[in-house]
């Protein structure tokens, strides 16, 4: 069975690659016969309506949920079933941003920026590990005096930034991204856009980002992948996506406020055009 | 695998030393290039990256570090890596230090200090707490459709019905304990028969009810605690604010009603198990019949035992209610939070009861119940 396995590994430009996935929690089915491909370097949205998994999707590949069936691999490697010591080495390959921030509560941002450090070069001193906290602080976009606080003192937006420098501790290559602006306020969603991609662009990061944000879809994913009907019913950029003749898709992106978000996106890239 | 970062140094035709990085100036090919870059000594006038494969925003850090302590310039990267380089050093803040730590007099001073402010502040809180408690019981006097009397048959059955096994098994072999060392220490003076007196009057006057008190302190009064805190946390409490519900009326007073019916009721059946534990070990090993037992019982033992008890035990349950409800009350900003209540809680409430219980026997013994 060595050719099977060998036909199942991804190529080199493909970071994510699920093949008939399925999950369930007891009679309910969530997934069946899911199959995605995130390719290096893109930020790959992926959207649904509530309760179609998109979490559960996310929670499967990095391994915090074990599927009923199928395959998936990341950077070429097959995360199901694995030795603790080899999941760690992919583990200081990715880096997740849970939708609630979920900062250690007793911990200080930068301590908490520290943690994925602390715990995978314990080498590090004390003073660089400070200043590597201080500036990924920055980097985030959060005041500098944000670092010494705990989460409890801190708003939700800058939790969500917090919760982001701390997914970028090990400068990661690949970043999990679960509803990023929700609760945000547009200003401060559109600001968390802007940091994403910028980030992305900086560091070379490929994102699986899940959101219910059109504006997000339409401002900073190059590929948008819909889950529907337990499986992914398509992938593509969003004109590809109109395109297709799927009435979920077609209500979801020519709704009132996917034409709305299709207006603001023109206005932004207009913007950075005179910018 | 990708090469570890090194750098060499090599001087240049013009002036100053030059460095030169090569390798994967990343976290995880980072080694112990942080602590040979300190040892560097002597002035560099100029860094160079352009050997370097592959570099992240640690290894960026780390030469940028460097090179504001020498005032080099750094040169040589690929315009992706300088983009990224560039953001690096724009992040750039200095890092507050933390206070210096006091002196250990002056620190054990401050602690004492802040318990002593703490105690005080935490009497006052409940003090002012049993008020609003009074305040929410007269608004459901006089309002008596707000009682809710589903949620205070549920917390019946969760304090009292659910805990009647483990405080069972605990009266019973308190019984069974209390009367074998008795009866050994009376047969010192061949009065192994006051045994029974020993068990008939502790269980009903003392131990029935403060063990009790202690158990449904632990299993309650947490319980409270915990939910309400949570509750909190949640927003819930809030919420219940705002659409005109007190949570005084629907939280604290359905559970201090609860637990003030339920501990009388639980120290008398606490008291009867510890009598029957203590008559069942009379039986085996003084060979005392349980007919005897019992009528023995009933001579020795005042019916003002039993009042005794009986009296006690609504006002352990009120203190029990009101610390557990209090302290969940007080919880605000994280998870942690709930576990320090809820602790706090339960050793609030215990103490409480046990200084009390101080108090009424003084007072029983006053008024001649002895």
Redesign the interface.
């Known amino acids: 069975m060595t050719d099977t396995r060998d036909a199942s590994a991804p190529q080199d430009d493909i970071v994510i690659q699920v093949r008939h996935l399925k999950n369930g929690f007891g009679d309910q089915i969530v997934h069946d016969g899911l199959d995605l491909d995130v390719r290096r370097g893109e930020i790959l949205g992926v959207v649904g309506g509530s309760g179609t998994g998109k979490s559960v999707l996310m929670r499967s590949i990095i391994g915090l949920q074990t599927p009923i069936e199928g395959d998936i691999h990341v950077f070429g490697e097959n995360t199901i079933g694995r030795e603790e010591t080899e999941a760690t080495a992919i583990r200081?390959r990715w880096g997740i941003l849970f939708q609630g921030g979920a900062l250690f509560?007793?911990l200080t941002v930068?301590e908490n920026v520290q943690v994925p450090?602390k715990e995978f070069?314990p080498?590090?001193?004390q003073a660089?590990l400070?200043?590597?906290a201080?500036?990924?602080v920055?980097?985030t976009g959060l005041p500098?005096?944000a670092?010494?606080k705990?989460?409890?003192e801190l708003s939700g937006g800058m939790k969500k930034r917090a919760g982001l420098a701390r997914a970028?501790a090990?400068?990661p290559e690949l970043l999990f991204l679960d509803e990023p602006t929700a609760g945000l306020d547009p200003i401060g969603a559109a600001a968390f856009d802007e940091l994403t991609a910028?980030l992305q662009?900086?560091?070379?990061l490929t994102v699986f980002l899940i959101t219910h944000d059109l504006d997000t879809l339409y401002a900073i994913c190059d590929r948008v992948a819909v889950l529907a009907d337990k499986k992914v019913i398509a992938v593509g950029t969003i004109p590809e996506l109109l395109a297709l003749d799927h009435p979920w898709i077609q209500e979801y992106f020519n709704g009132p406020r996917g034409r709305a978000a299709v207006g603001s996106a023109k206005a932004h890239a207009e913007a950075e055009d005179r910018g | 695998m990708s090469a570890l970062a090194d750098f060499e140094r090599v001087d240049s035709d013009g002036g100053g030393a030059v460095l030169r990085f090569t390798g994967n100036l990343s976290l995880a090919s980072l080694g112990d290039l942080p602590d040979r870059l300190d040892t560097v000594d002597g002035a560099v006038s100029r860094i160079d990256l352009s050997q370097v494969e592959r570099i992240d925003t640690v290894g960026a850090w780390v030469v940028h570090r460097f090179a504001r302590d020498k005032q080099a310039s750094v040169e040589g990267l690929e315009p992706a890596s300088q983009h990224l380089f560039d953001q690096v050093v724009a992040a750039e803040h200095p890092i507050e230090l933390p206070p210096k730590p006091q002196s250990a007099f002056v620190h054990l001073l401050a602690e004492i200090g802040d318990a002593v402010f703490t105690a005080a502040h935490t009497l006052y809180g409940l003090l002012g707490f049993m008020g609003a408690t009074v305040i929410a019981f007269w608004n459901v006097a006089t309002h008596p459709r707000r009682f809710r009397f589903h949620a205070t048959v549920h917390r019946f059955e969760v304090v009292g019905v659910s805990a009647l096994g483990i405080i069972g098994l605990m009266s019973f072999l308190i019984g069974v304990v209390i009367a074998q060392q008795g009866a050994v220490q009376l047969r010192q003076f061949g009065a192994e028969v006051y045994t029974i007196n020993l068990v008939g009057r502790i269980t009903l006057r003392e131990l029935g009810v403060l063990m009790t008190a202690i158990m449904v302190a632990g299993r309650s009064g947490s319980a409270f605690a915990a939910q309400i805190g949570t509750m909190k946390l949640t927003e819930e409490i809030d919420a219940m604010r705002t659409i005109g519900v007190s949570p005084m009326e629907a939280l604290v007073v359905p559970r201090t009603i609860a637990v003030v019916t339920m501990l009388p009721l639980l120290g008398f059946y606490s008291a009867l198990i510890g009598i029957i534990g203590g008559g069942l070990l009379c039986w085996i090993q003084l060979g005392i019949p349980p007919i005897t037992f019992v009528q023995r019982i009933r001579e020795v033992v005042p019916l003002n035992d039993l009042w005794v008890g009986l009296i006690k035990a609504p006002v352990f349950g009120a203190i029990i209610a009101i610390a557990g409800c209090f302290q969940g009350m007080q919880v605000e900003g994280d998870a942690e939070q709930v576990g320090r209540r809820t602790t706090t809680a339960v050793v609030q409430a215990i103490f409480l009861v046990i200084v009390l219980d101080a108090f009424f026997a003084v007072f029983f013994s006053q008024i001649g119940w002895i």
């Open positions: 200081k509560s007793t930068s450090l070069y080498l590090l001193d660089l400070d200043e590597i201080a500036y990924k920055v980097m500098p005096e670092a010494p705990y989460p409890s970028l090990l400068d910028s662009k900086t560091l070379g």
